[in-house]
């Protein structure tokens, strides 16, 4: 049986014919056999080289193959265009009507956002303390425990660090970096920068978000903020600290606020002293946020420990200083009479609305 070459040719012709009109994915699963499998016309033609000489077999397998293959690749041409098209198509399905985001902005006002009530509490804080002569610095949120804990004279296993709840992180060597508790580790950064550099003085504050285990309440977040300022300089006494708090304090919360200190512990300041502030909420007569004593701690200050100096190769009989940190959310529930911090953090948009 003699098998001429346009026969194999016109069999091509409709296969690709019969892939042109497949519409969907399933259809080609359903034909492909039909078009190149064990039932197709290739098959058939296939099964009839058995009466062929050896050459003349050769010579229309090869051609046959050639032609299967022809077939074959437009199969998988038309599968990926089928597949382009469907994946269009639930695209188009999904897309978004501008015409009812304008129906819907027409009967649901869309505002733009603003900066967060503690982003913008903040930048006042930061534009206040460098209009007193401070500049700003930034220092990283995971530090190692030296710079959280040794270089501030909190060596390990000292009872001080159960004044911090902290959080450690999973890596190097057990309990070596933590989430900083506190933004005084920033100071030794500034410290050690200054003296690498030599360029005392410093008259810095150093503004970032801090952890502690601490449990949420009216005053207190896990995830809080702090701004931490730092004074290195020659002949700084502790009336220079207590002149900057109440200056700081008039500044930012009115001509009417305090400030007062209080004898406190901290590791690394000698004396040192918690200040504290009129209460925003009650003016002083007591409520509940202030525990009703009509004064809200706002941080802690001291002068520099001479070991924290040593720490970071500052000669303490030359140089002096002091350092004090309070928290930003604190400030801004003062400034804003909120009876209860965690509204900070509740992204209730009744509240954030009153900030735009």
Known sequence: ???????????????LAALAG????EELDERVASIVGKRS??????????????????????QLQEARRTVEVAVESRRAQLRAAQRAAMLDAD??????VVVAAQTWPVSLGHAGLVDSTQAELEDVFVAMGFTVAEGPEVESDWYNFEALNIPPAHPARGMWDTFYVDLGDPETVVLR???SPTQVHLMEAAVANNSLPIHSVAPGRCYR?????ARHLAAFHQIEGLIVDRDITFADLAGTIETFTRAYFGPDIESRLRPAFFPFTEPSAE?????TICRGTGCRTCSNTGW????GCGMMDPAVFEAVGIDPDVWSGFAFGFGIDRCAQMKHELSDMRALVENDVRFLGQFA
């Not at 049986?1 to 296969?15: F, G, K």
């Not at 290739?42 to 077999?57: M, W």
């Not at 285990?213 to 309440?217: A, H, M």
């Open 1 to 15: 049986m003699n098998v001429p070459l346009d026969q194999i040719t016109t069999i091509t012709s409709e296969a």
């Open 22 to 25: 497949v519409e969907s994915i």
């Open 41 to 62: 016309a290739f098959a058939a033609v296939q099964k009839s080289f058995g009466s062929l000489e050896p050459d003349e077999r050769r010579t229309m397998g090869a």
């Open 95 to 100: 897309r978004l009507d501008l015409g009812d």
């Open 181 to 183: 508790t506190h933004t």
């Open 213 to 217: 285990r601490d449990t949420p309440d």
């Open 275 to 279: 200040f504290e502030v009129t209460c």
């Open 296 to 299: 809200i701690e706002l941080g």
